[in-house]
DNA sequence: CTTGAACCTATAGCTACTAGAGACATTAGA
DNA sequence: TCTAATGTCTCTAGTAGCTATAGGTTCAAG
């Protein structure tokens, strides 16, 4: 049996993160010691792992909750897993394409700032009349790609 | 003067949206109505499609505010909106080369279902078990570009 | 047996909004 | 002028996915 911190230091996942999965039903409460400390089977570590790759792929804690589900029952055809993993797909694809845009139209304005004074400057300006801008399309296809933000540990 | 939904329709920002900038300290408070309805200078229009066009670029709500503090003092130099310009484009091609790398894996995952029963799914195989995956490193780099999803409208 | 780390619960905060309730204001048409 | 429809007001709470803090308890090493 593990503790919470050992359980968490093996998946790369932190220790209220570990509660809050609990909190909203991702992990099933785990059993306590007589001191009302969380104890957890091994088998808990993979079911953790799995949680913390969905997340690093991207998969909103929803999409992961079905995963697991079909995890559980094997015997289920694969084609729900696989819708899951290709809208996650495509929803990165749209992201993609999205982030690109933005980033064509970040470059040009600061390639034409000519560090001069704020009253002339081309990013302030861009900003401000979005006809200067070339890629005026930048408001649409915002699919619903949870940005996730795990890294500082 | 425009009301606070035709300034929202002409500028593309919803209604609570502009109360919620209101409210941050964003947009100054309004002058109001004798029936206490928010009247806006049609000077108000530009400062708020500067604020979406900066939101559609992915600027965090702090960057834009440094921006239009910015765009009031046009004799300061323009060294600081470079910088957060460059900064933003660097989120942006942090996150790109991030969702790049989450696309690739995605899609050996998806290529590889063979249609079966989920006991013998790649999908589910490759999620659980983090050394089936080809790019090991996508819990790196995850920078702060907030993902805005002001799509809907 | 003591000490320090790890653990517990509960609450609040983060971004950038969005949704809803219930009441008041404005405006276009009859 | 009245009325009905739409617009607007404030306030609260909710969204995702955690993170942080406070104040207390338990565990493991020495």
């Known amino acids: 049996?593990?503790?919470i911190g050992k359980l968490g230091r093996a998946a790369g996942?932190?220790?209220?993160?570990?509660?809050y999965y609990e909190q909203i039903g991702l992990l099933s409460p785990a059993t306590r010691s007589e001191?009302?400390?969380?104890?957890y089977a091994p088998?808990?570590?993979?079911?953790?792992?799995?949680?913390?790759?969905?997340?690093?792929l991207g998969f909103p804690l929803e999409a992961i909750r079905d995963l697991l589900a079909l995890q559980d029952d094997p015997?289920?055809?694969?084609?729900?897993?696989?819708?899951i993993a290709q809208a996650q797909l495509q929803a990165v694809n749209?992201?993609?394409?999205?982030?690109?845009?933005?980033?064509?139209e970040l470059e040009k304005m600061?390639?034409?700032?000519?560090?001069?004074?704020?009253?002339?400057?081309r990013v302030i300006e861009v900003l401000g009349n979005h006809d200067l801008?070339?890629?005026?399309?930048?408001?649409e296809g915002h699919g619903p790609l949870a940005d996730h933000d795990h890294a500082s540990h």
Chains 1, 2 share one sequence.
Do not use: Y
Request: proline share 4%; net charge positive.
């Open 110 to 121: 600061v390639a034409q700032c000519a560090h001069g004074s704020v009253g002339e400057c």
């Open 35 to 39: 001191g009302n400390q969380r104890l």
């Open 13 to 19: 996942v932190k220790v209220p993160t570990i509660r």
């Open 94 to 104: 749209r992201r993609i394409s999205q982030l690109n845009a933005l980033r064509c």
């Open 75 to 83: 015997h289920q055809p694969c084609a729900a897993a696989d819708a």
């Open 43 to 56: 088998e808990t570590l993979s079911r953790l792992a799995f949680i913390r790759h969905a997340r690093d």
């Open 133 to 139: 801008c070339l890629h005026p399309d930048h408001d």
């Open 1 to 3: 049996m593990l503790s």
